[in-house]
């Protein structure tokens, strides 16, 4: 699988995990050239606090268009250390 953005290839790995029809990447196939921490959080009754990354390429940004879990619950455990992406980052 591949994440793409402003024709950047973000992140690629064969290991991706899917949950609610999101691809969940390792963090070590992921550019963190890209990732710029973000104060963005939201909640997930069973998954816990995301963290979010605005992703940053060739002087353009796309706001909190990646997020992880750095704390996940108990059942979504399997997906720390994973970043997902949406807001127009092609995942294929």
Known sequence: MKAIWNNTVIAQSDETIV????HYFPLSSVQEDYLQ???KTTYCFWKGTANY???DVDGEQNKDAAW???EPKSRAKNIKGYVAFWRGVEVS
């Open 19 to 22: 949950v609610e029809g999101n």
């Open 37 to 39: 921490a973000s104060d």
């Open 68 to 70: 992880y879990y750095c």
């Open 53 to 55: 990354y605005t992703l």
